[in-house]
Structure formats: C-alpha cells, structure tokens
T-cell receptor, first 115, second 115 residues
Framework: GENVEQHPSTLSVQEGDSAVIKCTYS??????FPWYKQELGKRPQLIID?????GEKKDQRIAVTLNKTAKHFSLHITETQPEDSAVYFCAASGLVTGGGNKLTFGTGTQLKVEL | GAVVSQHPSRVICKSGTSVKIECRSL??????MFWYRQFPKQSLMLMATSNEGSKATYEQGVEKDKFLINHASLTLSTLTVTSAHPEDSSFYIC???????????FGNGTRLTVT
C-alpha cells in the first residue's frame, strides 16, 4: 500500500517568513495530493490540493508543487501569520469516480508562527 | 460545499460498554465513507472503509468484531466501538467524498474517553 513520509515534524518561523513542508510517497499510481490544516481538537480542513496532471498550484499565500518523477510534493506558505499556526498533514491517494479511494496521511508538521 | 456531520462530539463511557458514533453526509450522497482514528499528536490512521450496502473493508490490525461499521444508507455510516477499553480512548473522525473527483470532507470528530 501507499506510504507517505512528511518532514519536518515541527517548524517554527517568524511572522512574515515563508514555511515549506515536504512529503514523499511510495505508490506511483497515486494521483491526488491534498493538504490539510488541523487546529487542536478540530477536524482537518482542506487548504489546497493538486492532481498529477499539473506540477504547481497556487491559492493566494499557499502553493503546492508536485514532482511525480521523484514522488514528492511540497506545501509553501508565504508571508506567514500567527493564525497559520496549526498541524499540517499531506496525503496521497488514487482518484477515481465514486470517491472510493482512501487517503494515506503523512505524519504531520506542527507549524508555529512567532511574532 | 459538502458538509459531513458527526456525533456525538464527546463521549465518556465505562470499560466494557459499547459506543456508537454516527456520520452523516448532509448535502450529498456518499457511497463510501472512511473512518479514521487519531491519537494525541499523531497522524490520522485509516481504520476502515465503509461501503453502502456491503461489508466494510478494514485496515490491517483493526479488529472488525470490535469496531462494527454499518453503512445503511447513502448518507449515514455508523461506527460502534464494542466492549470499549481505556486504550480505545482516541479521537475518531469520519470522512466522505461526493461523486466524481470532489475532495474528502471530514466530520468534526468524536473524542472518546473510556474510564
């Protein structure tokens, strides 16, 4: 099955700096890569996702890059703000109609944005 | 957007009792729902895939007789933790994906404490 590795496990940045979180996956058949933000005690919230037919996607301060050859993808947050502090999870799955493919999650990154 | 409702949000039960958690897709039909478990400061671990009208598919190491899953309709899946023990205390989260290539949406999660 799929195995997703994520690093770093913790990341501390100064407000306004950029943060980068990296993930690798093992199953070359995976073609869908979402990123989730989870605040303490709450549900994971989808912040951005990318499919294997593109190499980069951007949404305001958040961007994701995908290298299918190397089987790794990264989350980039620019101009970080204190409210960006949370745990971020990457995930990977195949993507078929009907929603039947399961997501495998990375181990998470605790991001702390300091004033 | 797609909404997944899960309840109860918190439950405390005694060892040996059973607890049922409900997961509903409110504005879409979900032939497949997923149940995850998350221990403190850890990632989301898939327990099982719930399939409407058929048996659930359990991940390796998850006891199907202990974690009973029923997906009785296209909008409801239930997870019953039977004969609960303190080590079953965890955060249980359900998720569902609509049709096509829509993203995975999570319920609010259930914090189970077994005393």
């Amino acid at each position: 099955g799929e195995n997703v590795e994520q690093h770093p496990s913790t990341l501390s940045v100064q407000e306004g700096d950029s943060a980068v979180i990296k993930c690798t996956y093992s199953d070359s058949a995976s073609n869908y890569f979402p990123w989730y933000k989870q605040e303490l005690g709450k549900r994971p919230q989808l912040i951005i996702d990318i499919r294997s037919n593109v190499g980069e996607k951007k949404d305001q301060r958040i961007a994701v890059t995908l290298n299918k050859t190397a089987k790794h993808f990264s989350l980039h947050i620019t101009e970080t703000q204190p409210e960006d502090s949370a745990v971020y999870f990457c995930a990977a799955s195949g993507l078929v109609t009907g929603g039947g493919n399961k997501l495998t999650f990375g181990t998470g990154t605790q991001l702390k944005v300091e004033l | 957007g797609a909404v997944v409702s899960q309840h109860p949000s918190r439950v405390i039960c005694k060892s040996g009792t059973s607890v049922k958690i409900e997961c509903r897709s409110l504005d879409f039909q979900a032939t497949t729902m997923f149940w995850y478990r998350q221990f403190p400061k850890q990632s989301l671990m898939l327990m099982a895939t719930s399939n409407e009208g058929s048996k659930a598919t359990y991940e390796q190491g998850v006891e199907k007789d202990k974690f009973l899953i029923n997906h009785a309709s296209l909008t409801l899946s239930t997870l019953t933790v039977t004969s609960a023990h303190p080590e079953d205390s965890s955060f249980y989260i359900c998720s569902a994906r609509g049709t096509g290539d829509s993203p995975l949406h999570f319920g609010n999660g259930t914090r189970l404490t077994v005393t």
